[in-house]
């Protein structure tokens, strides 16, 4: 039997917790007249009288009734029904992630990882609206919801994905001093939280990449841990690859789900933004094509479902509940920022090529250049010298013999002082007796290997192995520290890796050094773009093309800029 509860009828009770229980709820005249669906959380009776339990409950609602996101769930309205706290939302047609990893453990099924892949991509697009909320006033909320678990993820059974239940989210200027307050489930917190570290973003981040973890090794992470045993840090330090669990896991997913999971918070995406991109690429290199059709299929097979499947949920029509006269932007989403990034890196990485090549190229020439000047001008004695006699010598300690090369070659001096062996068997090495004489080729040895440096971050870089391009970049740098061209192209690679803390400092260097470098305020606004600070990345963008309008970098600013406002 349908029970009256202020203007709504609760249906049949779908939800239950310590805090609050959930009915289907309908608005009517009586139990069987009626429009729509809806869920109805009501907190226990029995708390009705602790105040900070009420204050929580109602959280959920003066944060959620501001957003608007498909993969959000909507709250309606709140506010109690005979003095109970009570919140109307929408209601999902379908299951939550919690239940379904159980059935699927209960049945000893795996979910296929492409269809946990696009479960993780959809709730990183609700993370990344929620985490660049702004207020009316354009303030950044830095709302962290605190609580992504699989209870809280939802599948709709036509393949819909949504992130619920704010009770226990942050709001940073609501709460200045909750930073250090422990909430949530503590085996989807990151472990530098147990001990003490403040609440951010990265919080979600961990709570979704475990989610992950758990629905493609159908088993708990901390599988026989305690949240005490958890909370005293009893938890192993090195999470196992799910690959070595579920072998059918691909091997590139669980490296990215096992840098996600890493103990040192550097190594994990930095942000919704860029923990997508890396899950969008791989499912790209896959092949495969995921959408919300096949997962609803997956899991009315799995679960089963007696309804109309293809009738879309009717949601409350205008007028039945009061919208708030502000609701968050949604603004563009991870998959439009990821293709215009990705549009741009093709336009751009030929013209990075092609400037490494000359750069390489110029340097051999000044090199030749000046090679051809000092054995003109120089006579200087060689002696060959059995390389049997120098084994008895420390290489390293030897002033005549240059530094080893960063790959750990076999040394050699200069070209001009090499010799070719007469015999396979008596190896030679020239070595210079007028000792004053090697300081010329000596000073040409540093360009010489700042291009090689350059020239071999390069080739790492479209490789796409940006820690070693990185490396080689930052090399570079220390023999020539106010090159333009390199800080940027290090920045750029920084950016691959989203360490865009790292990359704005070194664009912001190298504009100290070039105020009018175009493609340094190309980089500084995806920097910017990439940290949610639109407003500012616009800006960049714009002197961008104020600096050079008819250049390559304005071109993409302009594309960039008009894909942001459309």
């Known amino acids: 039997m349908a029970q009256r509860f202020g203007r709504y009828w609760l249906q049949e009770k779908i939800g239950h917790g310590g805090m609050a229980e959930v009915f289907r709820a309908t608005i009517g005249p009586d139990a069987q007249t009626y429009a729509f669906d809806l869920a109805l959380k009501r907190l226990h009776p029995e708390l009705i009288q602790e105040r900070a339990m009420v204050d929580m409950f109602l959280t959920e609602a003066d944060i959620a009734k501001f957003l608007r996101h498909p993969n959000v769930v909507q709250v309606f309205e709140a506010g109690l029904i005979d003095n109970q706290p009570y919140i109307a939302m929408e209601f999902v047609r379908g299951t939550d992630l919690a239940s379904l990893v159980d059935t699927l453990r209960k049945r000893r099924l795996r979910c296929p990882a492409d269809l946990a892949l696009y479960v993780a991509l959809q709730v990183l697009r609700a993370l990344d609206y929620v985490h660049r909320a702004v207020t009316p006033t354009g303030e950044l909320m830095e709302l962290v919801h605190r609580d992504v678990t699989p209870s809280n993820i939802y599948i709709t059974f036509d393949g819909k994905v949504k992130l619920g239940d704010f009770g226990i989210a942050r709001v940073r200027f609501l709460e200045e001093r909750d930073d250090l307050t422990l909430k949530g489930k503590v085996a989807y917190m990151p472990p530098e939280v147990l001990v003490g570290a403040p609440i951010n973003a990265n919080v979600d981040l961990w709570g979704l990449a475990v989610t992950l973890w758990e629905l493609l090794a159908t088993r708990r992470l901390y599988e026989g841990l305690s949240d005490e045993e958890i909370r005293r840090g009893v938890a192993p330090k090195q999470i196992m690859p799910v690959h070595e669990i579920n072998p059918e896991v691909p091997l590139e997913l669980s ?19 860029a923990f997508y991109r890396e899950l969008k690429l791989h499912l790209r290199a896959t092949g495969l094509q995921v959408d919300s059709e096949r997962l609803g299929r997956f899991l009315v097979g799995l679960i089963g479902y007696s309804g109309d499947i293809e009738q879309e949920y009717r949601g409350p029509q205008t007028g039945v509940f009061e919208r708030p006269a502000y609701a968050i932007p949604m603004g563009m989403s991870p998959t439009q920022r990821f293709e215009i990034v990705m549009r741009r890196k093709r336009i751009i990485w030929p013209a990075v090529t092609i400037g490494a090549a000359l750069l390489v ?198 594309k960039v800029l008009d894909k942001i406002k459309g």
Request: with cysteine; aromatic share 6%; hydrophobic share 35%.
């Open 255 to 273: 490296h990215i789900l096992h840098r996600a999971l890493s103990a040192r918070p550097r190594r994990r995406p930095q942000d919704a933004v």
């Open 361 to 558: 190229g110029s340097g051999i020439w000044a090199w030749q250049t000046m090679h051809a000047h000092n054995t003109n001008q120089t006579a200087i004695d060689l002696r060959p010298v059995i390389i049997n006699d120098l084994s008895k010598q420390s290489i390293s300690s030897n002033p005549q013999v240059p530094h080893k090369s960063l790959d750990n070659e076999k040394n050699t001096a200069p070209e001009d002082y090499l010799k070719k062996p007469n015999d396979a068997d008596e190896r030679v090495r020239p070595i210079a007796l007028d000792v004053s004489n090697w300081n010329r080729p000596k000073a040409t040895h540093k360009p010489r290997r700042f291009n090689a440096l350059i020239q071999r971050a390069s080739q790492q870089a479209r490789q796409k192995k940006y820690i070693m391009a990185e490396r080689y970049f930052q090399q570079a740098l220390t023999l020539r520290p106010n090159n333009v061209d390199a800080i940027l192209a290090r920045a750029d690679t920084l950016i691959e890796l989203r360490h865009y803390n790292d990359a704005e400092k070194a664009v912001r260097k190298a504009l100290t050094i070039d105020p009018r470098n175009a493609r340094a305020y190309l980089l500084l606004g995806d920097v910017l773009w990439m940290q949610g600070r639109d407003q500012s990345a616009r800006e960049a963008y714009r002197h961008c093309i104020d600096v050079e309008p008819n250049g390559k970098s304005a071109k993409v600013a302009r």
